[in-house]
């Protein structure tokens, strides 16, 4: 029999009752830690699918307030910028509070294009000729069981109403994943609403650039053009944009990163209490190895092996459940970052590399201690 095949022996069907349940436990660490680095990726999703070559103007004092629609022509006037379009965040809520999705009031014909939108369902040409229609993302189809024809009824704390939208069309983003999570609808629509004192307003302009390396030059152009206004500008980067709204869920991603980190120690603990179990056990057997011929280095190898394949099996399991898990809680979790929200293969990589190198780790004392033993010590000890 191999070194490999003795630690497999030892490690599945010595005490199979302690293996299970050791499987189980890492199992269980291994899908605790998949679900959390996983919604970590979703909550970054966002930033990180942002273009390279887009800028956020804002209102220089936050992004709560408004900025004129007259800067639209002189923005779209500055030298390196080629697109340009406007939104305004609506903040709607469709039938319960805990069916909140994202929805932007947009230029619509503007905004397809600059956000390089896909229609995957109805038409374009609908959604441009009826103001009352609104396009959604794919996710939400997914969520909710919108379908091209409906009409959706929101309600809104920031813009009272009765607001009602038709949908023309079903829309991914070539190069944004927030798109599938997100309804618009026509900025037009939104404004004729509006009391006088704040319509011909918007939220944010959304600009590209002929070259996304000279994008901040182009965004201390257009900030200099404001500036000492009534209405001071901030020009940024869509990612770094994007990203203040992951700041200041700081301390929640922080928690989620430690929670994280104490599961990993968990794993180890768990893995590190069944080799050094299992390993006293076996001491007179150990001894008896050494007197035939084993050396301590094949004794350590044995145990660290035993560890490694614990930790692997464990991680592997946890992964092939942790699929449906995800897809189950993103569907029913209310929450409309989570639309969609699926196992990466790097999230999978690393969470199985991660159970090995622990499994590695855990037993690293225990055969240490196991090869350091003196065969006449080992061979007396009966437990």
């Given at each position: ?150 009409v959706i009824p929101l309600s809104s704390e920031i813009f009272p109403g009765d607001w009602r939208f038709k949908v023309a069309g079903i829309v991914e983003g070539t190069d944004d994943s ?206």
């Amino acid at each position: 029999m191999t070194l490999a095949g003795l630690a497999l022996r030892n490690a599945f069907l010595r005490n199979k009752t302690r293996s299970v349940l050791t499987i189980l436990g890492t199992m269980v660490a291994a899908l605790a830690f998949v679900f959390l680095r996983t919604v970590l990726a979703a909550w970054y999703a966002s930033s990180e699918a942002s273009a390279a070559d887009r800028l956020v103007t804002r209102n220089a004092i936050s992004i709560t307030s408004f900025l004129p629609l007259s800067y639209r022509d002189r923005i779209a006037n500055v030298e390196g910028v080629t697109k340009l379009t406007f939104s305004n965040w609506f903040g709607g809520v469709y039938k319960d509070r805990k069916n909140f999705f994202a929805q932007f009031a947009i230029d619509a014909k503007s905004a397809l294009d600059v956000f390089s939108i896909r229609f995957v369902a109805g038409s374009k040409a609908d959604f441009l000729a009826d103001r009352n229609s609104c396009i959604v993302g794919s996710g939400l189809v997914r969520r909710f069981g919108f379908k091209v024809g409906d009409v959706i009824p929101l309600s809104s704390e920031i813009f009272p109403g009765d607001w009602r939208f038709k949908v023309a069309g079903i829309v991914e983003g070539t190069d944004d994943s927030s798109v599938a999570s997100t309804m618009y609808f026509h900025w037009q629509r939104l404004n004729e609403t509006l009391p006088d004192r704040i319509k011909n307003v918007v939220g944010v302009y959304t600009i590209t650039v002929a070259d996304a390396a000279r994008s901040p030059e182009v965004g201390r152009r257009i900030d200099a053009m404001f500036a000492n206004s009534e209405y001071e500008t901030h020009t940024e980067t869509e990612r770094s944009f994007r990203l203040q709204f992951v700041i200041g869920s700081s301390a929640i991603l922080f928690a989620l990163e430690a929670v994280s980190g104490v599961i990993l120690a968990i794993m180890a603990l768990i893995l590190g209490n069944t080799l050094a179990m299992g390993l006293r056990e076996r001491t007179p057997e150990l001894g008896a190895m050494r007197a035939i011929g084993f050396l301590p280095r094949h004794v350590r190898a044995i145990s660290t092996l035993e560890g490694g394949l614990l930790g692997i099996v464990g991680g592997a399991i946890g992964l092939l459940i942790a699929t449906p898990v995800l897809i189950l809680f993103g569907k029913f979790s209310g929450l409309g970052f989570l639309t969609g929200i699926g196992l990466k293969p790097a999230t999978a990589a690393l969470t199985l590399g991660l159970a090995g190198i622990i499994g590695i780790t855990a037993s690293a004392l225990p055969a240490w201690n196991a090869g350091r033993l003196q065969v006449v010590e080992a061979l007396r000890r009966q437990e």
